[in-house]
């Protein structure tokens, strides 16, 4: 296991995608478990879903913080505005940088490509930009750059568990080669300006107030409504579903620990984050519908099979997400492990408590 090499006590931590529900649970953590330091938040709350959702995250935030040592400051801002980017790194200048910022989603970058060459190509350049010119402004500059990455780099591997070290030249979604080019990018910056930087494979990130567009939160929705869910690929395909207490674990044990130089003298690592148990979809619906009737969000007698429909698979989709975990759990000491029934039971609890269904 890598020692931690770097304390969060006291830092400056610059969260991009602050209000996203990844950024918004890392937020709570860092919130709850270190003294002292201070988040800056930024996020442009745009409406690719529900924006009172992310309203809601940032309260949390700000309830917590009322009981904490930490601050936490908040910016309204878009990471493809480059001055702002750089305002931002001038006036606060971050130790560590965690950028989960980005246009997400496979199937909404078929139609509408601007948005993902926007946030997740120009967004993240001008990060790496401002992290290489931290290094101007102070003896120390950026200590350390995490970034999100995405299980789409793999495409359609054929071999599972997907490595690290597996071949991910063959992008099937504008989404996943957006991901691969953050990879690319922050490789070409380790190795010229030596910034630390480690990317994060995130693998079917699911949970409590997460993002609508996902499966599990959909298809809650359209139950809740009497509509019919799709399932893709006729139930055959499988996904390693990762609950967003155990990302935000790992997130955290990586932003402690930067990155050994390599044998190109090059500061920079990828790991996978998932659960290393892909579920057949077909599981996965049965596992929800079960969790949905015990929260009480769906009626004991709903007639779940009259509002299934088994179509084909969508462009841009894959068959198996499958994480091979290993150089996480040999460098960090962690692995994820909480099981689908209990993270769907909190996220259907959560749907109910919030909805009020």
């Known amino acids: 296991m890598l020692e931690k090499n770097i304390d969060l006590s006291g830092k400056t931590i610059l969260v991009t995608g602050a209000a996203g529900f990844i950024g918004a649970n890392l937020c709570l953590e860092l919130l709850r478990s270190n003294e002292e330091l201070c988040i800056i938040g930024v996020d442009n709350l745009n409406d690719y879903?529900?924006?009172?959702?992310?309203?809601?995250?940032?309260?949390?935030?700000?309830e917590l913080q009322?009981?904490?040592s930490g601050g936490f400051?908040?910016?309204?801002?878009?990471?493809?505005?480059k001055a702002l980017v750089d305002e931002l790194?001038?006036?606060?200048?971050?130790e560590i940088v965690v950028n989960l910022a980005a246009q997400a989603g496979v199937r909404y970058s078929i139609t509408n490509a601007d948005a993902y060459i926007q946030a997740n190509v120009i967004g993240f350049y001008n990060i790496l930009e401002a992290c290489r010119h931290s290094y101007d402004n102070s003896a120390a500059g950026v200590r350390h750059l995490v970034y999100?990455?995405?299980?789409?780099?793999?495409g359609n591997n054929q071999k599972v568990p997907y490595s690290t070290e597996d071949k991910v030249d063959n992008p099937v979604s504008l989404y996943a080669a957006t991901k691969k080019s953050n990879e690319l990018f922050a490789h070409a910056y380790s190795k010229l300006y030596g910034i630390p930087a480690t990317g994060l494979r995130f693998f079917t990130v699911y949970g409590p107030?997460?993002?609508p567009d996902m499966a599990y939160f959909s298809f809650t929705n359209k139950l809740l409504a009497g509509e019919k869910i799709q399932?893709?690929?006729?139930?055959n395909c499988k996904r390693d579903f990762t609950y967003i207490d155990d990302i935000v674990t790992g997130v955290v044990e990586v932003m402690q620990r930067k990155p050994i130089a390599s044998e190109d003298g090059v500061p920079y690592k990828v790991y996978n984050i998932g659960n290393q148990q892909p579920e057949n979809l077909l599981d996965f619906v049965e596992i929800l519908q079960s969790e949905l009737k015990r929260a009480k969000v769906l009626p004991e007698d709903y007639d779940f099979e009259a509002h299934k429909e088994l179509v084909g698979m969508q462009p841009g989709d894959v068959e198996v997400t499958f994480a091979n975990v290993a150089e996480l759990e040999r460098d960090m000491g962690f692995k994820p492990e909480t099981s689908l029934v209990e993270g769907i039971r909190r996220f259907a609890e959560w749907y109910k408590s919030y909805y009020n269904s």
Do not use: C, M, W
């Open 49 to 62: 879903y529900d924006v009172s959702l992310k309203k809601f995250r940032l309260h949390q935030i700000e």
């Open 66 to 68: 009322k009981n904490t």
């Open 73 to 81: 400051i908040f910016i309204r801002g878009d990471i493809s505005d």
């Open 89 to 94: 790194f001038h006036t606060y200048q971050p």
């Open 148 to 154: 999100a990455s995405s299980s789409s780099v793999y």
């Open 209 to 211: 107030a997460g993002r």
């Open 231 to 235: 399932i893709f690929n006729y139930g």
